[in-house]
């Protein structure tokens, strides 16, 4: 899987040298590129961000020098950049299907799910924007993704990106998705992208030494449920026993015992989890849990 990642701090990815991510890297299983943003800049001060239109605190990020970069990366013709900005139709709402931007070719149908369809050459990246006001980066779409040949990340900073820059390359056919790694803000998508990439790459075949230990967590499988509790040895460690049942050899128990802690658990810790549970993915013993 080729991956191609966007930032101002591009040293960020330095961590994905280490570890297993280091590993895949030495394998050929991925090959991950950082690039610097403001190699694409033209100005003495490698300004990337702007203030946002319509007022309001802090920088948005300028989609001019977001869109050399990702032309490049993407492998697009820059179109005529005759428009000047000020002909350009501001959208007054963050839809990506707003109609009208004749001047910028918004014909496309937004969407989501395609995958590798369209006439294009072979593999067109996905391109993937961290943004905490997206919907949420599941284990779901981890799947998806480590099926992707080439991943391309844009991390915006400061306030975010100037949201055209998504709807633009959507309109070009190219497969756009924005994602929320969890209800908190962080300073920009750098920690974002490393957390997406690490639950992406880790499926992908050829990853992990022992391709079993992915296949029992939490959130996989049908209907997504919080993991039982581990246990190693001793059987009991500062007067605290494991479970006798995880003791007793009989595999069928075993099961169960995990099936109904996981359920047990799931129902106490993340409710939302076991309403969204497919009651055909139940067994009659779950049932009674
Ligand atoms: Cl993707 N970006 C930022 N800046 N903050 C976040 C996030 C992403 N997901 C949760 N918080």
């Known amino acids: ?139 779901r779409d981890a799947t998806e993704l480590s099926h992707a040949e080439h991943l391309l990340f844009s991390c915006g900073r400061y306030e975010g990106y100037d949201s055209r820059i998504p709807d633009y390359y959507r309109a070009q056919g190219i497969d756009v998705r924005e994602y929320s790694i969890g209800d908190y803000v962080l300073n920009g998508g750098e920690v974002a992208v490393s957390v997406m990439l690490e639950a992406i790459t880790r499926l992908m075949p050829g990853f992990m030494g022992n391709p079993d230990s992915i296949v029992e967590e939490s959130y996989t499988g049908e209907g997504a449920l919080l993991e039982h509790r581990q246990y190693t040895k001793p059987a009991v460690w500062r007067g605290i026993a494991v479970p006798d049942v995880l003791l007793s050899g009989d595999h069928g128990k075993v099961d169960r015992f995990r099936r109904d802690e996981a359920l047990t658990r799931t129902n106490e810790i993340r409710p939302d989890l076991i309403e969204a549970l497919d009651c055909k993915a139940l067994d009659k013993a779950d049932r009674k849990t």
């Not at 033209?42 to 050399?68: F, I, L, N, Q, R």
């Open 1 to 139: 899987m080729k991956i191609d990642i966007v930032s101002v701090f591009p040293e960020y990815f330095e961590v994905l040298n280490l570890s297993l991510m280091g590993k895949a890297q030495s394998k050929g299983l991925l090959e991950i590129t950082a690039h610097n943003l403001r190699d694409w800049t033209h100005d003495v001060h490698h300004s990337v961000d702007d203030t946002p239109v319509g007022g309001g605190a802090g920088m948005v990020m300028k989609p001019e020098v977001w869109a050399e970069c990702l032309d490049e990366l993407l492998n697009l013709p820059a179109p005529n950049e005759d428009d000047s900005p000020d002909e350009l139709v501001f959208p007054t709402s963050e839809s990506s299907d707003s109609p009208a931007d004749d001047a910028l070719d918004f014909s496309g149908i937004p969407n989501d799910e395609t995958e590798e369809d369209d006439d294009s050459n072979a593999a067109a990246p996905v391109l993937i924007f961290p943004n905490p006001s997206a919907p949420l980066f599941t284990q």
